[in-house]
């Protein structure tokens, strides 16, 4: 079954590792030229978690428990059998029944929801040919050469007890190299939202670009109307000049006027030394006498406003009664007109009384003569009621009626007073808002009262700013008429005025010259920005690009976590593969070189000559890709099987 097909299945179960060996040398034995296979020993190794696999069986190999897990360690010589032909031994020698030389490893177990772990099967061609028995090899001397053979199946016992160590070492390396797999991935996760926010703020970057960009639009457009007031400003300077030279002239005219102003204001009754003008006085009077007016008018106001909104609240009132009264006749109405309508099916079935036949004659002929004349007749249906019982029902239902029409005609007339009560209620709320400054407008008795309001406090203000004017003008006219703060100041200022408005036209044509300046530099701003502009769009595209780099940076930290976490499963199965093949070397010992040393003895001299066939055929494999010349070398592979999950 395919590793597919078998996972996750359940029942009992044989793992076979079978080891087909096709590396072939030609050699010498017995006189004639032989094939001899490559002298492979393969040491294979797996764990089976106790779980999932029990009643573990295993041919050509041996099983370690080690904590929740089973090992299953083997050794097998793939083609030694072969090219030592033991089978044609068998009536020679009377230990080779006894003696089997291994060349596959099988395990049967019961298993449940099947999965395991990687096998591991290292495969080494070296491991008869480095005890150097070719070099003094003879049938007499063949004790010695297996006793070497002992001496390095224990040192090779010991070197897979080192083996053992270093593994051990390497997983807990992995331990060190999951953690740093660890920070690296917390790194790079720190990195991809650092990448994140550094793509986000550079779009804000790219946006204040833009909106430096359209600024030095603005920018260059208020330089060229400042260019173009700067040289209005040249040509006012010029006329303001000019105007200061007639105001010069001017002034001349007004100091004669403000001396006939000023003698103006002191015509009247007020003559005695530190009394105001007479027109003062009078100002004032006006002005105490348009404030109390306006007063009294806003006081009415206010008066006849509250007066309506307690009207107002009146009809309000008068509503609201009124509705709960009509809601009252409605429900009243409504049971009057089901009391008619109970009346009236009543009065309609005793109409329906008992219907009779009559037969009448419809047709007799004028010449009716005998007894054969032919009568027709016809018959018709009435109704029969019963005279007292019909009055009784036309009675109750002529009086549920006139209560049904009683009950609607109260309903109406509650309505119309509503109707009634509404309208007045408009027409006062509208004299309210006609009444109020802000709704003045809606009709024109309220725009007269506004207009009466405003008129009010124009008055007192416009008599109040006219007094306050006549102050200012008395003043004015005192201080004008002064020798250093009146016109003769005036006419020295005009001067200067006239010297300043030549050096404000000198001025501002330096600032027309220097706004065509500004302009240029606005415009290269401008060409910047855009450049600019340009960058940061580059900018966000390569911050867009770098963020998803980190992206992908962390997935691959991920991914090595993940792979450094596998690396230390494997360096742990490495660790226990590694302790099966120490186990399986030392069963090599006690199954494989004692049983030779047994044989030592035996009359094998064409079992010995293949023997050191084989053994030359080990020495002689020295490499797989090929060696350089006067090099030396050996070759051992390593062959590994994925594992198998349940899905």
Known sequence: MTPDEIAGKSGKVIIRLDYENNAYQKAEAGGKEIDIQVPFA???????????????????????????????????????KESLKLDTLENKLTKVE??????????????????????????????????????????????????????????LKDGSVSLEDGSKTLADGTVSLLDGARTLREGSGTLKDGTKELYEKSGQLDEGARKLQDGTGQLTEGASKLADGAGSLSQGAGQLGSGAQALAGGLEQVDAGIKMLQAALETGSATQQGQQPAILAGSQSVTEAAAALDTLINEYFSTYAASLNTIIDNVLKQINNTTAALNAARAEKENAEAERDAAKAVWEEVCNGEVRQIETVTNVPNDVSGGDAAVITEVSNFTVCQPETLKDAARNYEAAEEKAAVCQANVSALEEKITQLQEQLAQLQEILQQNTPLNAEQSEQGAYIALIKTYSGQIANGTASLNQGLKLLDAGVRQMASETEGVPALKSGAQSLQSGAEAVKNGSDVLSKGAGELKGGIISLGNGAAELKAGTGKLV??????????????????????????????????????????DGLFRFDEEGISKLTELAGEDTGEVFERLEAVLDAGKAYKTFGGLAEGMDGSVKFIIKTDGVKAK
Do not use: W
Not at 49 to 72: A, Y
């Open 98 to 155: 006894d003696f089997e030389i291994p060349d596959y490893l099988e395990i049967t177990a019961d298993v449940v929801n099947f999965e395991m772990g990687m096998t591991m099967t290292v495969a080494m061609s070296d491991l008869l040919s480095d005890q150097n028995l070719t070099e003094t090899f003879s049938v007499r001397d063949l004790s010695d050469s297996v006793n070497q053979l002992e001496g390095g199946t224990a040192e």
């Open 42 to 80: 393969m040491l294979s190794g797996m764990i089976l978690p106790q779980d999932t696999f029990s009643n573990i069986s295993v041919t050509n190999g041996r099983i370690i428990s080690e904590g929740n897990n089973s090992i299953v360690a083997g050794i097998a010589f793939p083609g030694l």
């Open 541 to 582: 595209e390569g911050t867009g690009t770098l963020h998803n780099g980190a992206k992908t940076l962390a997935d691959g930290t991920a991914a090595l976590y993940d792979g450094a976490a596998a690396l230390k499963d494997g360096a742990e199965e490495l660790s226990a593969g590694c302790l099966a093949l120490k």
